[in-house]
């Protein structure tokens, strides 16, 4: 038995990340960036890429299914490349329905800026300097001594802990049956409401960035 979500005036929650793209005129390497679109329905939603701007832009893939509690990556490539465009900001709107049928369940806009350049410097490093443990001047306050922490200056080489075991909760999360799911397999209160299994999805794919940018 399926559950199938409640959807007022065709505006099903759409899941897309990330939620803008950014293009760097002088960084060729970001003059190609992907959309990752998740479905965490229990049945499989048909989609496409429309934009603002098409001419500025190709699309692998503008229509195509995504599989119930599946994902699909849609490859964005700016194809133009001027001083003219920098600063414009374009819109991509995905739009889905039910496979098979041609009633549109949702939407979701999508914002693109192109840049002149990526700034690649480092931030400049602030100083910080000791604070005194006396209070002048205001003798009721509690003179509390301060205790500062020193980092080891270790590099981090790959996501921490923390964020793998989140990323390995919300796929578990996903993976548990529905409410209204006859799964004699887990116990009842192991069946997860639709929406705890949206706020799962949202959080793996803020994960997902995280993880591919480390």
């Not at 490093?125 to 205790?147: K, M, R, V």
Request: proline fraction near 7%; aromatic fraction near 8%; include cysteine.
């Amino acid at each position: 038995m399926q559950h199938q979500p409640q959807v007022t005036d065709g505006k099903l929650p759409i899941f897309v990340f990330p939620t803008s793209l950014t293009f760097f005129s002088d960084d060729q390497s970001s003059h190609k960036q992907v959309l990752t679109l998740y479905n965490p329905y229990d049945f499989p939603l048909k989609f496409k890429v429309l934009s603002t701007t098409p001419r500025k832009y190709t699309v692998v893939d503008s229509e195509g299914t995504i599989r119930p509690r599946c994902c699909v990556d849609v490859v964005i490539r700016h194809v133009d490349i001027c001083i003219n465009n920098e600063g414009v900001k374009d819109k991509f709107r995905i739009q889905v329905s039910e496979y098979g049928q041609r009633k549109i369940l949702g939407k979701k806009d999508v914002m693109s800026v192109l840049f002149p350049k990526r700034e690649t410097s480092p931030p400049k490093e602030e100083n910080f300097h000791s604070l005194s443990t006396s209070i002048a001047g205001n003798p009721e306050l509690p003179q509390t001594p301060i205790t500062t922490r020193q980092t080891t200056g270790r590099s981090v080489t790959g996501p921490s802990y923390i964020i793998i075991f989140t990323a390995v909760m919300c796929i578990a999360a996903l993976a548990m049956p529905t409410h209204g799911e006859k799964d004699t397999k887990w116990p009842e209160y192991l069946h997860l409401s639709l929406s705890q299994k949206l706020i799962a999805a949202y959080i793996l794919g803020l994960v997902t960035m995280v993880i591919l940018k480390v």
